[in-house]
């Protein structure tokens, strides 16, 4: 094993102010946290309706480990597959309305499954050059070809699958993750109707904040299993808990059960995550004064910037980026919001593309108004001590 050269892409990374450590949190999610006994007012979660830390999913986490213990022991096909599992995909089906659903682990495993299962050598993946990490890396584990195409550009997409007559994928977030902006898929999926494309959806910032009820894009867009038949959502974000789901027709996930290796070749969640996920699930079928909340919060967050004149990418959705470019200013903002106890998401290369380093603010439906005008005012004051011109788009 070569030191050297780690020791080298280490400095590489630091002398490019690109090196990232992970915060110590002592105390639960939630729009309050802290860290070494500093309070930070937290932007930064994906956990957009305060469900990672809801007294029904804590009680249920409690209850379900008492009946099932802490470890699941196998994967799913061995002895792992308890009873929670089979309730929390039936349950997960029936809300985005598909015939089935299968569990994994986690949102990068179910990419990483979906993918290396579908496209087998021979096909095509074309993808959005803004996908997440998670579905790139899938792509890369199949044994298909794959394609990219300019962010949600329909004319791209649409020459990319004339050209091939390959078997085809097009596989796309729903809501892109660092800006927040959700994917065109009513006409995605009209165009994958019309070169017989089969469209595979990463619903991750969706699920739980699109729509009336929060079913994701499917309800939000009115889209069927035909328009979208493999639809993929995390568990983690705004559901609050663990873990990821694929749904569709019952075939597709009778294969995944069979052939996704991240599925097959893994240890099951823990039984009491699945009824922790249940518990919010239920939380979320019953309380939609949360997604009120959420899109009342991302209104008025946008209106403070705009009176306040911060520039924010154009977002419908939890997630809203506050573009500054340069590496070394967006973590001398970082250090500054700290230190005034505002903890917000310091987004730098690789996952973002160079020169589109951010702050990457995540709403909640928790946060109060007053919380979100204080961070506001915080962003603007930082802005103008250090000197800090945001790049014009
Ligand atoms: C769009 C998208 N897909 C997949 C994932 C991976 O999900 P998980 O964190 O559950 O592994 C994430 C989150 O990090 C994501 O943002």
Redesign the pocket.
């Known amino acids: 094993m070569s030191f050297s050269r780690m020791r080298q892409q280490l400095q590489e990374r630091a002398s490019a102010h690109l090196l990232r450590t992970p915060l110590i949190v002592d105390s639960p999610q939630d729009v309050i946290i802290r860290s070494h006994s500093q309070k930070l007012l937290n932007f930064a979660s994906n956990d957009y309706l305060g469900f990672a830390n809801h007294e029904a999913s804590i009680a249920a986490i409690k209850q379900s480990a008492d009946q099932y213990g802490v470890g699941s022991g196998a994967s799913h096909l061995i002895s792992g597959h308890q009873k929670p599992h089979a309730e929390l995909e039936s349950a997960l089906a029936e809300f985005v309305d598909r015939e089935s659903a299968i569990t994994f682990a986690?949102?990068?495993?179910a990419?990483l499954g979906l993918l290396q299962a579908l496209a087998q050598k021979g096909d095509l993946i074309i993808a959005d050059k803004l996908n997440?990490a998670?579905?790139v890396d899938g792509a890369k584990l199949s044994a298909a070809d794959s394609l990219r195409y300019p962010h949600c550009d329909l004319a791209a997409l649409e020459k990319r699958l004339k050209q091939s007559p390959a078997n085809k994928f097009v596989v796309t977030?729903s809501v892109f993750?660092m800006d927040g902006d959700i994917a065109p898929l009513k006409e995605i999926a009209r165009l994958c109707q019309k070169y017989a494309a089969t469209l595979v959806v990463?619903d991750?910032?969706g699920f739980g904040v699109l729509g009336a009820q929060g079913k994701g894009c499917t309800e939000y867009f009115q889209l069927d299993s035909q328009s979208v038949p493999v639809y993929m959502a995390?568990l983690?974000?705004a559901l609050g808990g663990y873990?990821?789901f694929v749904a569709g027709d019952q075939i597709l996930i009778d294969y995944l059960r069979q052939f996704a290796r991240t599925y097959v070749y893994t240890t099951a969640m823990p039984a009491a995550i699945a009824s922790a996920n249940m518990a919010n699930l239920n939380t979320l079928k019953s309380n939609q004064d949360k997604l009120k909340n959420l899109m009342s919060n991302m209104h008025y967050f946008r209106e403070q910037c705009r009176e306040k004149q911060i520039r924010v990418g154009l977002s419908h959705t939890a997630i809203q980026p506050i573009m500054i470019g340069d590496n070394a200013q967006l973590i001398a903002l970082d250090e500054k919001l700290k230190s005034c106890g505002v903890l917000v998401g310091a987004i730098r290369p690789p996952t973002v593309p160079k020169n589109s380093a951010r702050l990457r603010v995540t709403l909640s439906a928790s946060h109060t108004k007053e919380q979100i005008t204080r961070l506001v005012q915080i962003i603007k004051q930082s802005l103008q001590e250090l000197n800090i011109v945001q790049p014009s788009s």
């Open positions: 986690s949102g990068y495993a990419n997440h998670s579905l977030d993750s990463d991750a910032h995390t983690g974000k873990g990821a």
